[in-house]
């Protein structure tokens, strides 16, 4: 593609998709819709309490091994 | 987290420094008050850039919103230093070009599109409307570039910077993208 070429298309583009006017403006005030947006925001996870869950389950999983040491191959088998 | 009503100017410090500092480092008060302050400061320029991208207002506005609501989210890796604006933009770019991912090319183009004021009258509304649907069909990364370098003349090194690439990578997505839009026009017979 040569530079006349180039030229003759970037027009031809700009014919078909005008630039948009200089410093538009929205139609309306969006901080109600940012509002609305922060308020609909999904709850925080509470990595503490998946944390204290996975410390119980990782200890009785160990009590248990510890109590019955032919269930270990079994867990092996599983992970 | 504190509604409000103004412009929250009353709670913020004075001076663009304390009120980058105050979003990245403050209390949640601080921060929900600079943020507000940040919004009402950007909104406008913020959509002014993501509408030349998507070139619907309504998009722009939805976009402009999602823009904010991930600069809230992404307070962490803000540098006061850098500033804000340029974060800004690199942010609005990224949902632009996730929302031209998502829609399709159909749903983006206006019904009717408007002839500019210096229109050729030798290109008809039908050849017009062709060349946008074929703008259309190139991939989002080309196309954004495009957008901003040649319809909307803006300077390669601020186009870069939004996309977080180097000038060289938009010189090279925008000859790819005039290279396919040209080889789609020759094969619809509109370019010889």
Redesign the interface.
């Known amino acids: 593609?040569n530079a006349y070429?180039?030229d003759?298309?970037?027009?031809?583009?700009?014919?078909?998709?005008?630039?948009?006017e200089a410093?538009?403006?929205?139609?309306?005030d969006?901080?109600p819709?940012?509002?609305r947006?922060?308020?609909a925001?999904p709850a925080a996870p509470r990595p503490s309490s998946w944390a204290w869950f996975d410390a119980a389950l990782l200890a009785s999983l160990a009590a248990f091994a510890a109590l019955v040491p032919a269930s270990i191959p079994v867990f092996l088998y599983y992970l | 987290m504190a509604r409000r009503n103004g412009k929250g100017e009353e709670r913020m410090p004075n001076g663009s420094s304390d009120l980058l500092n105050a979003f990245r480092h403050g209390s949640p008060e601080a921060f929900e008050a600079a943020f507000e302050t940040l919004f009402h400061q950007h909104q406008r320029a913020v959509y002014g850039w993501i509408l030349r991208i998507v070139r619907n207002p309504a998009t722009a506005e939805d976009l402009t919103v999602e823009t904010f609501w991930r600069i809230y989210r992404a307070r962490d890796s803000f540098q006061p230093s850098r500033g804000f604006e340029g974060w800004a933009r690199r942010i609005a770019t990224r949902a632009a070009l996730d929302w031209l991912r998502s829609a399709r090319p159909e749903t983006e183009l206006p019904a009717e599109i408007p002839a500019p004021a210096t229109a050729d009258s030798a290109v008809s509304a039908e050849i017009r409307r062709k060349i946008a649907l074929a703008f259309q069909r190139l991939a989002p990364k080309l196309r954004i570039a495009a957008t901003l370098a040649v319809i909307e003349e803006l300077p390669q090194k601020d186009v870069a910077e939004a996309l977080g690439i180097s000038v060289a990578a938009v010189k090279l997505r925008v000859f790819r993208a005039l290279r396919l839009l040209r080889r789609d026009l020759q094969q619809q017979g509109i370019t010889s």
């Open positions: 593609m070429d180039e003759r298309l970037k027009k031809l583009l700009q014919q078909a998709l005008p630039p948009v410093d538009p403006e929205p139609g309306r969006l901080w819709a940012m509002l947006r922060l308020d925001r």
